[in-house]
C-alpha cells in the first residue's frame, strides 16, 4: 500500500498563486509516474499534469499549460503542482495519483492505482 497526502490547498484571488504538494509513504519504493487531477462540484475528475520519475518527462492538459508546472523531489517521493495565473474556473478538488506501472495512459484516472484524499483549491473572482 502506498499512502499519498496532499497539502497546499486554499483560497486564493484570481491571478494568484498556490503551491500544491504530494508526500508519498508506505510501499513507495515503486513508482512509474505521479499525476494530479481535479474534480469540481458536478463534475468527472479530470487530469492535470503528471510526471515520470525518470526522466522527469511531465504532461498538462491544454488549460493548465504555461500557467501550471509540475515537479518532483525523487529523495522525498514528493511531488509539486505550482500553480499561477489562477482562474475561478480552477476551483475544484485536486488530487495526486500513483501510477505504479508503464502502461496506460497519464491522462486517465484508470491508469492510477493510489490517491490521496484531495486538496481544495478556491479561486475567487
Known amino acids: 500500500q502506498v499512502q499519498l497526502v496532499e497539502s497546499g490547498g486554499g483560497l486564493v484571488q484570481a491571478g494568484g498563486s498556490l503551491r500544491l504538494s504530494c508526500a508519498a509513504s508506505?510501499?513507495?519504493?515503486?513508482?512509474?509516474?505521479m499525476g494530479w487531477f481535479r474534480q469540481a462540484p458536478g463534475k468527472e475528475r479530470e487530469f492535470v499534469a503528471a510526471?515520470?520519475?525518470?526522466?522527469?518527462?511531465?504532461y498538462y492538459t491544454d488549460s493548465v499549460k504555461g500557467r501550471f508546472t509540475i515537479s518532483r523531489d525523487n529523495a522525498k517521493i514528493t511531488v509539486y503542482l505550482q500553480m499561477n495565473s489562477l482562474k475561478p474556473e480552477d476551483t475544484a478538488n485536486y488530487y495526486c495519483?500513483?501510477?505504479?506501472?508503464?502502461?496506460?495512459?497519464?491522462?486517465?484516472?484508470?491508469?492510477?492505482?493510489?490517491w490521496g484524499q484531495g486538496t481544495q483549491v478556491t479561486v475567487s473572482s
Open positions: 508506505g510501499r513507495a519504493s515503486s513508482s512509474y509516474a
Open positions: 495519483a500513483w501510477k505504479t506501472y508503464w502502461g496506460g495512459s497519464y491522462y486517465s484516472p484508470n491508469s492510477y492505482d493510489y
Open positions: 510526471i515520470n520519475w525518470s526522466p522527469g518527462t511531465t
